[in-house]
């Protein structure tokens, strides 16, 4: 039990760290944090953009990984930039990130899965959220970058 609880929290701690590098992002309560800047003239994701991730999230709540595109039998994901097609604290925080560039996002209940939660992935009603995101490719509305 206490080995459990141990690689629970340094899976936390791997996704959160310290609250001083948390950045605000203006108009949100999600914050980001960029762990692995991108390398420069990388091309950055803009509202529409095609966008492909390695992704790792975490419940605050409980410290659980409720999803990893590294895990065995998983690929990156794969979706479209600032148009809703995820939840509000992601497809607002990759905004203006990179291809190669890793954030963190800080996602709270209401700009995650709400009230609801997301009981099928242990994500409880009003369960804040964790991610890592690596950016991997953008494909934009006139040519892949």
């Not at 003239?41 to 410290?63: F, L, M, N, Q, R």
């Not at 590294?70 to 990130?97: E, H, M, R």
């Not at 890793?102 to 409880?124: M, N, Q």
Request: net charge positive; hydrophobic share 40%; with cysteine.
């Amino acid at each position: 039990m206490m080995a459990r609880r141990l690689a629970r929290t340094l899976v936390a701690a791997h996704l959160c760290t310290s609250a001083r590098a948390w950045e605000t992002i203006a108009g949100l309560k999600t914050k980001r944090m960029t762990v692995t800047p991108a390398p420069a003239g990388s091309p950055t994701i803009a509202k529409g953009d095609t966008i492909t991730v390695h992704a790792t999230g975490v419940v605050k709540e409980t410290d659980k990984k409720f999803w990893s595109t590294k895990d065995p039998g998983q690929q990156p994901f794969t979706y479209n930039a600032g148009v809703g097609s995820v939840i509000t604290g992601w497809d607002q925080g990759l905004l203006g990130a990179a291809v190669g560039e890793v954030r963190k996002l800080d996602i709270p209940a209401e700009e995650g899965y709400g009230k609801g939660g997301f009981p099928a992935w242990g994500i409880p009603p009003n369960g804040g959220l964790f991610f890592e995101i690596e950016v991997l490719s953008i494909k934009g509305k006139s040519a892949e970058l």
